[in-house]
């Protein structure tokens, strides 16, 4: 086994070693092992003047964190084990999308359940290990804003509020 060191967003990090352990493991995900291959395959390179990642993976102007990710034999000798600052990038982009569209499905299904926005983007920072440091709220709370769309259809699929169909569900205690 070899490992990747990946630049990243403190709440990447947090999601990926609690999702995956540490040293991260994405053969537990095949979408992002997948991906991540695919990015050190092509050697993506189109943007790299645009990105400010320093060559040996330590600490950008982009990136404050970094954490270690484990590249299998197979992967390691067919396409080697670096990304190029676009890559970085991109694959950054990709998990960032996975977490926010978790967060948003996490928290507008505990809404139509009868708990308060502020209840739910707390119960999923819970339930994802993040801090308020990490993952803020107000961050949370503005990508929402920003996806009122996706609520919309979201309350046009499965109504406005499953409380009014049943039993309502709160957590007790």
Same mark, same amino acid.
């Given at each position: 086994?070899?490992?990747?060191?990946?630049?990243?967003?403190?709440?990447?990090?947090?999601?990926?070693?609690?999702?995956?352990?540490?040293?991260?493991?994405?053969?537990?995900?095949r979408?992002?092992?997948?991906?991540?291959?695919?990015?050190?395959?092509?050697?993506?390179?189109?943007?790299?003047?645009?990105?400010?990642?320093?060559?040996?993976?330590?600490?950008? *102007?982009?990136?404050?964190?970094? =954490?270690?990710? #484990?590249? &299998?034999?197979?992967?390691?000798?067919? $396409?080697?084990? @670096?990304?190029?600052?676009?890559?970085?990038?991109k694959?950054?982009?990709f998990?960032?999308?996975?977490?926010?569209t978790?967060?948003?499905?996490?928290?507008?299904?505990?809404? *139509?359940?009868?708990?308060?926005? =502020?209840?739910? #983007?707390? &119960?999923?920072?819970?339930?994802?290990? $993040?801090?308020? @440091?990490?993952?803020?709220?107000?961050?949370?709370?503005?990508?929402?804003?920003?996806?009122?769309?996706?609520?919309?259809?979201?309350?046009?699929?499965?109504?406005?509020?499953?409380?009014?169909?049943?039993?309502? =569900?709160?957590?007790?205690?």
């Amino acid at each position: 086994m070899h490992e990747l060191i990946l630049p990243c967003k403190s709440y990447v990090k947090r999601y990926l070693i609690n999702q995956f352990g540490n040293p991260v493991d994405l053969r537990k995900n095949r979408h992002y092992y997948d991906y991540l291959k695919l990015l050190i395959q092509r050697k993506i390179c189109r943007f790299n003047k645009r990105t400010h990642i320093k060559p040996d993976g330590s600490k950008s *102007s982009l990136y404050s964190h970094s =954490v270690k990710i #484990i590249i &299998d034999d197979d992967t390691f000798n067919r $396409f080697g084990f @670096d990304l190029t600052p676009t890559s970085v990038v991109k694959f950054n982009n990709f998990i960032e999308d996975s977490i926010k569209t978790q967060a948003r499905l996490f928290i507008f299904t505990s809404t *139509s359940f009868g708990h308060t926005r =502020v209840n739910a #983007i707390q &119960d999923f920072q819970d339930a994802f290990g $993040f801090s308020e @440091d990490e993952f803020p709220a107000e961050s949370i709370t503005k990508d929402l804003q920003r996806h009122s769309d996706f609520e919309k259809k979201f309350k046009k699929t499965f109504g406005t509020s499953v409380q009014n169909y049943g039993t309502c =569900v709160h957590q007790t205690g």
